[in-house]
C-alpha cells in the first residue's frame, strides 16, 4: 500500500515521503480499515515540521481517518466488514489508572495516539483498536466525517473547558479547522461568538457561520468576553484574551503545541478570579457527543479535499495560512 511517512528531516521540502509498504494486518482487539479521506490537521503539521518529536520511526501522519472495514481481530465482535468508521486522535489508554477510572482518559499516563505513537491515515489502509474507533453516523459524508473526528472532537471539549455560560459572549482567537467547527457548535447553543483572526478570508468564514463580529488576533472585541479559546497556537494571544475576559472568566488553550507565553501582569490579566485553563487530547465520551451533536445542530465543515498523492501540498498550504476551514485528503 501508498502511506506518506515523517522523515525526520525537518526545515527541509522532504518533511513527508510518499512510499511503499505492506498493508498492516490487525492484531486480535483491532480493526483493519481501508482509508476513504483523513483530515489534516495542524498536528500532522507540528509533528513533520519537528514541533512535536516522533514516537516511531518512520510513523504514518493522520487522525481524522474515515474508511471502511476491511477485517477484525479474533477478540473483537464491535465491528464487522463492511461497517464504516472513523479514527481520531486518542488511540488507547490503560483502563486502570485512576485517571482513566474518573472519566478523564485524557490524562491517562500510558496514553498512545494515532499519528504519533503508532501509524494513522495518511494510507490506504489503517489498523486501529477496536474500542476506540467510532461508528459514524448516517448524513454525514466522508469528507464532512474527517474533520470532526480531531478538530472537531478537540474543538467541543475546548467550548467545554472554557465554561461558557448559556447565551455568554465566547472570544475565538484562530479561526482554522477546529475553530471553525465550535463557532457552529456554540452559535447553534446560543452564545454570541467574537472571532479575532489573521486571514480576511477566515474572518469571512467566521461572519458566514453566524459570528457576531470578526477582527484582527490583537483587537480588542466589541464587548467584554465571558469565555474565550485561542486555537492558533500563538503564546503571544494568551494575555490578549485573558485581558478581554470579563471578572470570572475562562480562558481555554486548546493546543497541543503552544509558542512561548509572554509574561503575565496578575493585575490586567489573572486577577478577579480570571481562569486559564488548558485542553488535552479528547475522551471517547468527547467524540461520541461531538458527533451526536454535529448531526443535531447542522454542523458543517468547510472542506478544501486534496487527492492522497498531494499530502504534501496540503501541509504546506496548512503552514503558510492558505487554507479557510478544513483540508481532507481523498482516496482516488
Not at 511503499?20 to 507540528?46: F, M, N, Q
Not at 504514518?60 to 468508521?85: I, N
Not at 478538530?151 to 467550548?159: D, K, Q
Not at 467584554?224 to 492558533?232: E, G, Q
Request: aromatic share 6%; net charge negative; proline share 7%.
Amino acid at each position: 500500500m501508498r502511506a506518506w511517512e515523517v522523515t525526520g528531516r525537518f526545515g527541509t521540502s522532504e518533511q513527508v515521503h510518499l512510499g511503499e509498504r505492506p498493508v498492516p494486518a490487525p492484531a486480535p482487539d483491532e480493526v483493519l480499515i481501508r482509508v476513504r479521506t483523513c483530515g489534516v490537521c495542524r498536528t500532522d503539521l507540528h509533528l513533520a515540521e519537528g514541533d512535536l518529536d516522533p514516537r516511531a520511526p518512520l510513523v504514518v501522519p493522520g487522525h481524522e481517518v474515515v474508511g471502511e472495514v476491511t477485517s477484525v481481530g479474533r477478540d473483537t465482535a464491535r465491528f464487522a466488514a463492511g461497517d464504516r468508521v472513523g479514527i481520531a486522535w486518542l488511540r488507547s489508554t490503560c483502563g486502570a489508572c485512576r485517571w482513566c477510572r474518573s472519566g478523564a482518559e485524557n490524562l491517562c499516563r500510558a496514553s498512545r495516539y494515532t499519528g504519533w505513537d503508532a501509524d494513522g491515515g495518511f494510507a490506504e489502509y489503517a489498523v486501529v483498536p477496536a474500542a476506540y474507533a467510532y461508528r459514524l453516523p448516517d448524513g454525514i459524508d466522508d469528507l464532512q466525517a474527517a474533520p470532526l473526528l480531531c478538530a472537531g472532537i478537540i474543538g467541543y471539549r475546548s467550548l467545554r473547558r472554557c465554561l461558557l455560560p448559556p447565551g455568554g459572549r465566547l472570544g475565538i482567537y484562530g479561526f482554522g479547522a477546529s475553530a471553525h467547527l465550535t463557532a457552529q457548535v456554540a452559535v447553534a447553543q446560543g452564545a454570541e461568538v467574537h472571532v479575532l483572526t489573521r486571514g480576511t478570508g477566515a474572518r469571512e468564514l467566521a461572519l458566514e457561520l453566524g459570528a457576531a463580529s470578526a477582527g484582527g488576533p490583537y483587537d480588542v472585541p466589541p464587548v467584554p468576553l465571558d469565555s474565550a479559546i485561542v486555537f492558533a497556537p500563538a503564546g503571544e494571544l494568551v494575555p490578549v484574551a485573558l485581558q478581554a475576559l470579563e471578572p470570572g472568566g475562562t480562558l481555554a488553550v486548546a493546543g497541543i503545541h503552544l509558542s512561548d507565553i509572554p509574561s503575565l501582569d496578575y493585575q490586567r490579566h489573572l486577577f478577579r478570579e480570571k481562569t486559564l485553563t488548558s485542553v488535552t487530547a479528547n475522551t471517547r465520551a468527547d467524540g461520541e457527543e461531538l458527533l451526536r451533536l454535529a448531526v443535531a445542530l447542522g454542523v458543517t465543515a468547510h472542506v478544501t479535499p486534496y487527492p492522497f498523492t498531494e499530502a504534501d501540498e496540503a501541509l504546506a498550504d496548512l503552514a503558510a495560512g492558505r487554507l479557510t476551514g478544513a483540508a481532507v485528503l481523498q482516496m482516488g
